[in-house]
């Protein structure tokens, strides 16, 4: 592809984390940029991350067809950056893990905080019909507010039909701007996928509702809430919500989107107002904010224990996942069970994770989507940052499912 002989983008890693300062490597076009820094930290028992590891699972996500790929580990006051091939195409600039990008559905996590904050200020509750606070939105008196978080609500989700065609699909709301209340209505031609409340079937406009709950309880817009809940408290200098604006502010990776006709050309999907998703999937971050926003989450500086407690009450999705209130918990091949989200836009994928406490997390990002090769072989940066370097013989659970299904069109398998 155009400029991938030109991004050289070497792994930005330090082996060895160096006392209150930043290590320095050096990239292959001769560009030096930070690649660890550590700060005064307890010791721990846990493994280390692989990080030889973790370059082989980028690497070879350059290899499946991502143009480029990055990854950021916040561990225990260590910070180890890395990445491989370009964010831009056209100029063949190397990717950054300081660079903004779309996140995709990790937003859904952003969401849920702000919802289950309003839970907590006894605004609504989790087990209190939809339809109560948005009178005869929902075709189903049983449909709650836990059911929309967990994606238990047996809503159709519209982006199956949307995104069926690709790139046709994505052209045609690209710079359409939707109501939530519009995205709804797209749902509900369709009938229910499961009785409310038995089985987890994931659905984007659980989170569509779960916007338009904020929007109707605080009567302020989705940007505000975000901002003033979650940005400013947390101090976040990369998230923004910009719907319905295109563009991505300041130094950023743009997004590649695979068609689906084999060999044709990826698309630059990087500007579009994302309406098509907004409180689903519509935020811009970095892998520094990402790691900030899940560590805070799971040492409870955004929820009280109690509503963080209820937030990782999990519905099983497979033998290693589960699903909580706009968390996702997966069990990795060691056995050690990480916490975050997955995120799909065109263009982007996204695995934002961290450890129990908080106190390891990782954001990595490949710049392509609709390719499944790709979304599978990102999984396995959580391994990378978890797990250390693997035993000699495979561990038993190392088996876990492929990664076939996205956040977007969850229904449509991927190859």
Known sequence: MVGRGTALGAVLLSLLAVPAQAASAVTADGNAQAAATQAPSAATTEPAPDLAGLRAVLREALAKGAPGAMARIDDHGTVYRASEGIADRAT?????????????????????????????????????????????????NRITVRHLLSHRSGLYDYTNDMFDKTVPGFESVRNKVFTLQELVNLSLAKPLTVQPGTAYDYSNTNFVVVGMLIEKLTGHSLATEYRHRVIEPLKLRDTFYVHPGTALPGRHTKGYLRPDEAGAPLVDSTRQTVSWAQSAGAMI???????????????????????????????????????????????????????????????????????????????????????????????????????????????????????????????????
């Open 285 to 415: 971050s970095s892998t520094r904010d990402l790691d900030t926003f899940f560590s805070a989450l799971l040492q409870g500086r955004l929820l009280p224990a109690g509503l963080l407690t209820q937030m990782q009450q999990w519905v099983p999705v497979n033998s290693t996942q589960g699903y909580g209130l706009g968390l996702r918990r997966r069990d990795l091949s060691c056995g050690v069970s990480v916490y975050g989200h997955t995120g799909t836009v065109q263009g982007y994928y996204t695995y934002s994770f961290t450890s129990k406490d908080g106190k390891r997390s990782i954001t990595a990002l490949a710049n392509t989507s609709n390719n499944g090769d790709v979304l599978g072989v990102m999984a396995k940066t959580l391994d990378a940052a978890f797990c250390g370097k693997p035993a000699a013989a495979p561990s038993a659970r190392s088996s876990a499912p492929a990664e076939q299904y996205e956040d977007v069109a969850p229904d449509v398998a991927r190859d």
């Open 92 to 140: 063949g600039r190397a990717i950054s893990t300081e660079d903004r990008f779309r996140v995709g559905s990790v937003t859904k996590s952003f969401s849920s905080v702000v919802l289950l904050q309003l839970v907590g200020e006894g605004r609504l509750d989790l087990d209190t019909s939809v339809n109560t606070y948005l009178p005869d939105l929902l075709p189903d």
